[in-house]
C-alpha cells in the first residue's frame, strides 16, 4: 500500500463521477490514468485536464496502478471486480464509487488476498450525466461513505481517507448493509417518488396538455431526479432491490396518512403533521 | 374600470407574493396601497421600496382603490372577499392570487353587480415565506392564469391581462375547475410527496440519525416543498380536497406500478418505464 502523493490513481469510467475524481486528483497524486472504451471520453478527459493519461483497456490501465477507483454502474462494478484480480498488483487499494454497497462489498470478498477491497460512495451527483457534465468540485464538501472488508488493512482504509479528503468530501466509514438500507431511503425512495410524480403529470397532460404549462418550479425541483441516468439507475435498484422496495412502503404509508388526515377534513390533525415535517425539513436544510 | 397606468392599486396582505407584486407594479399605476395588519409588515414594506403607502384597515386601503389584489391565504381570501363588497367603490377590479380557484369565483359570484371579480393565480413562490422573501422579480417569466367570471366585464379582463404583462408574467385563462384540477396534479401532489418523502425520512433516522447525514442534493430537491407555508398549505389542501386527494391516488398507482416492475425483477420493463419518463421530464425541462 503506498501513500496517495505518491501512487499512481487509475479511474475506471471517464463519466461524471469518474470524470470529476480525476479532476480532483490531479496534481495530488504520481498520476491519473483515466480508463475508459470509448476513445472520444479519454480525448475529452485529456483535453479538459481531468486525466494525465488515458487507456482503452483494464489491464493496461489498471495493471501498473497503486489506487484502482470504479467509476462505472454497480453491475460493471461487478464484472470488471472478476476480472481486476488477475490483473491489479499486490499491495493494490481497490474501490469504487457504486451507489450500493452489499454486492460490490461481497463480490470484493472474492479478490486474491494481496489485493486490498474498500467500497465507497460519494454522496453527490447532478441529473446531467457524462464526462460532459464532469467538474473537479463535485465532491467538495460532500458526504463520502466507506465500506472497508474485515480484510481491510488499517493503512488500506488510510489510502482511501486521504482520497476522500483530498477531494474535499468528508469520509463517513460503516458497513454495507447499513449503507444500503440508509440510502435507499435519503437517495433511491427520492428518485421512485420523482418518477411516480411525472408519471402522474404525464398522464394527467394526456388529457390536457396545459399541465405541462402550469408546471412551475414545485415540479421542477420535485421531479428533477427523473432526469437521472437510467443505466445507473436500473442497476442501483436492482442491488438494492428489498431495501427500495421496504423504503416504497414506508413512504406510501406516510402519503396514505396524509391523505387520510386530508380525506377526513381533519384540519388540527393536519395542520400539527405539516408542522412537525416542515420543522424536520427546515431543521436538515439549517444543519452545518 | 380604469387603465392600469392610472389606476390606484391595494394589495391586501404583504407576505412573499403580496410584496414582491407590491414592488413589481410600483411605478407602472398611480399608487400601490399595501394592505396588513402588522405595523412591521407595512414598515418593511415601505422601507424596502415594495409599496407607496400602507394601511392596516381593509376599508382604508381598498375603499378608494381602482384594483384590489387579495395576497393572503386561501380561506382568508374567502372571508375578505365577502367584507369587501360594502368597501369597494363602483367598477372596481377586484382579484386574488389564491393557489385554488373553484371555492374564491364561487364566493366572487357573491359580490355586489358593480364590482369587477377576477380569479388569479400566479404559477411561482419559493419555500421562503414572508415580507423579508419577497422580490420585485418574482414574477418574471411565470405562466399567471387568470379565471374570470361570466360576469366580469371585457375590460376587467384587460386590466388584469395588463397587471400580468407588466409584472413580467404570461396570462392563461381558464375555468377555475380545470385549474384546479390541474394545480392539483403538478403542484399540490409535488408537495404530499415532498412531506411524505421527509416523513420517512424522518422516521428512517429515529432508528439511524446518519440517516440526515446521508441525506444529500437528491433529497434537498425532492422534498424542498415540504418546508412550504403551512398555513398557506392547509388552505390550499382543504379547499382542493378532492382533486388532491385523487392526484395523490393517481400518483400512488404510478409508483405502485413502478414498485412492481422492480419487484419481479422486470429490467426490461423498468429500464424502458424509466427511459420514457426521463424522456418526459427532459421535454419539460426543454421547453421555451
Chains 1, 2 share one sequence.
Not at 474498500?118 to 454522496?123: D, I, Q, V
Request: proline fraction near 3%.
Amino acid at each position: 500500500v503506498k501513500r496517495l502523493a505518491k501512487a499512481r490513481v487509475a479511474v475506471v469510467g471517464l463519466g461524471l463521477m469518474g470524470g470529476s475524481l480525476g479532476g480532483a486528483l490531479r496534481g495530488r497524486c504520481a498520476e491519473v490514468v483515466g480508463v475508459a472504451r470509448r476513445r472520444e471520453s479519454i480525448e475529452q478527459a485529456l483535453g479538459r485536464g481531468l486525466i494525465d493519461r488515458g487507456e482503452r483497456e483494464l489491464a493496461a490501465g489498471a495493471g501498473d496502478a497503486d489506487v484502482v477507483v470504479l467509476a462505472t454502474p454497480v453491475r460493471v462494478i461487478l464484472r470488471q471486480l472478476a476480472e481486476l484480480g488477475t490483473i491489479v498488483k499486490a499491495g493494490c487499494v481497490l474501490m469504487d464509487l457504486g451507489s450500493t454497497k452489499r454486492q460490490v462489498v461481497q463480490e470484493m470478498q472474492e479478490l486474491p488476498a494481496a489485493v486490498q477491497p474498500l467500497g465507497g460512495h460519494p454522496m453527490c451527483g447532478k441529473e446531467a450525466s457524462g464526462i460532459e457534465a464532469a467538474e473537479a468540485t463535485l465532491y467538495e464538501g460532500c458526504t463520502f461513505v466507506l465500506t472497508p472488508l474485515e480484510r481491510t488493512s488499517p493503512e488500506a482504509i488510510a489510502v482511501g481517507k486521504g482520497l476522500v479528503e483530498v477531494v474535499g468530501a468528508r469520509a463517513v466509514v460503516m458497513d454495507a448493509e447499513r449503507h444500503d438500507r440508509l440510502v435507499a431511503t435519503v437517495s433511491h425512495l427520492p428518485y421512485a417518488l420523482a418518477c411516480a410524480l411525472t408519471a402522474a403529470v404525464a398522464a394527467s397532460a394526456e388529457e390536457d396538455p396545459t399541465a405541462w404549462e402550469l408546471a412551475a418550479s414545485g415540479f421542477r425541483d420535485t421531479s428533477r431526479l427523473a432526469a437521472s441516468d437510467v443505466t445507473m439507475m436500473v442497476d442501483i435498484l436492482l442491488t438494492n432491490r428489498a431495501a427500495v422496495l421496504d423504503a416504497v412502503g414506508d413512504c406510501r404509508k406516510e402519503l396514505d396518512d396524509l391523505a387520510r388526515l386530508l380525506e377526513d377534513g381533519d384540519e388540527e390533525g393536519l395542520r400539527g403533521r405539516l408542522r412537525a415535517l416542515r420543522e424536520s425539513r427546515t431543521a436538515w436544510g439549517r444543519r452545518p
